[in-house]
């Protein structure tokens, strides 16, 4: 009976691998999603695809690296609201 429960445990482990290596390669935390895939994977792989996350754009004006979501450059000021 208590193999069963550390069975199922490393699976859960092994699942949540799947949502912390997509959320890694937007440049999320890796241990965060790996946590949050381990305990909740059917609401973290979703959520893993669908999330902006880290992903990047790059300032018209400054060609500096942020955050695709960013709605002003925190280098040079420039207003993506604006432009759109
Ligand atoms: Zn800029």
Redesign the pocket.
């Known amino acids: 009976m208590e193999n069963y429960i550390f069975e199922i445990i490393a699976i859960a482990i092994l699942i949540g691998l799947i949502p912390a290596y997509i959320a890694s390669r937007k440049g999320l935390s890796f241990i965060q999603w790996w946590i949050y895939g381990t305990l909740i994977f059917i609401v973290a792989l979703p959520h893993s695809i669908l999330t902006g996350g880290g992903g990047s754009k790059i300032?018209p004006?400054?060609r500096?690296y942020l955050k695709i979501n960013a709605t002003r450059?925190r280098?040079?000021?420039?207003d993506f609201t604006e432009a759109l």
């Open positions: 300032c004006y400054c500096c450059c280098h040079c000021g420039y």
